[in-house]
């Protein structure tokens, strides 16, 4: 089936540090990969996302690229702020009309100014 | 408008009580989503509906019953339920031919 796998963290850093959070997936075909964001009493905000091998998704300074070798989709920024202090959750969709997203099991991360 | 609207935010109800869940989204997209969210974890799906008929119902008990009266509104009915089904409920609409999956901000519900 399809799967995801994160580390779970909790990832604490300070502000300016980089960040890496690792993400690989178990799928058949070419899935859909997502990163989302969850601010602490908020719903899920997606942060980025790709639909194909070597695609690079990219928003609000946070980068991840799809390796179809590594079956991975690695969220990288290289200078995280207080207000980056969150929930990050992978994603994946076996294909761009199925309607099941599967999520990794979430990596809180803690900023300190 | 990039919008998913969700009430109420807070929810607080007896086990023997009957409340409803409401969504409303005009982006347009044909499949809305109710996920479950306990504290630290992932979503749990619920319910997909598409096109407004019910397309997936993973196994959730009855005591939860949705409904999607036409395009932009989603509801979810709840009765008789449990200490255990206190939770974050998120309701999400999918943009067409992408995955992409647009979430409200969800209603927490405690149930007593």
């Known amino acids: 089936g399809n799967s995801v796998t994160q580390m779970e963290g909790p990832v604490t850093l300070s502000e300016e540090a980089f960040l890496t959070i690792n993400c690989t997936y178990t799928?058949?075909?070419?899935?859909?990969l997502f990163w989302y964001v969850q601010y602490p009493g908020e719903g899920l905000q997606l942060l980025l996302k790709?639909?194909?091998?070597?695609d690079k998704g990219s928003n609000k300074g946070f980068e991840a690229t799809y390796r179809k070798e590594t079956t991975s989709f690695h969220l990288e920024k290289g200078s995280v702020q207080v207000s980056d202090s969150a929930v990050y959750f992978c994603?994946?969709?076996?294909?761009?009309?199925?309607?099941?997203?599967?999520f990794g099991a979430g990596t809180t991360v803690t900023v300190r100014a | 408008d990039t919008e998913v609207t969700q009430t109420p935010k807070h929810l607080v109800m007896g086990m023997t009580n009957k409340k409803s869940l409401k969504c409303e989204q005009h982006?347009?997209?044909?499949?809305m989503y109710w996920y479950k969210q306990k504290a630290k974890k992932p979503p749990e799906l619920m319910f997909v509906y598409s096109y407004e008929k019910l397309s997936i119902n993973e196994s959730v008990p009855s005591r939860f019953s949705p409904e999607c009266p036409n395009s932009s509104l989603l509801n979810l009915h709840l009765h008789a339920l449990q200490p255990e089904d206190s939770a974050l409920y998120l309701c999400?609409?999918?943009?067409?031919?992408?995955?992409?999956?647009?979430f409200g901000e969800g209603s927490r519900l405690t149930v007593l």
């Open positions: 994603a994946l969709t076996p294909g761009a009309n199925d309607y099941k997203l599967s």
């Open positions: 982006m347009g997209h044909r499949a």
């Open positions: 790709a639909t194909k091998a070597d």
């Open positions: 999400a609409s999918r943009r067409s031919g992408t995955g992409e999956l647009f």
């Open positions: 799928a058949t075909g070419y899935p859909s």
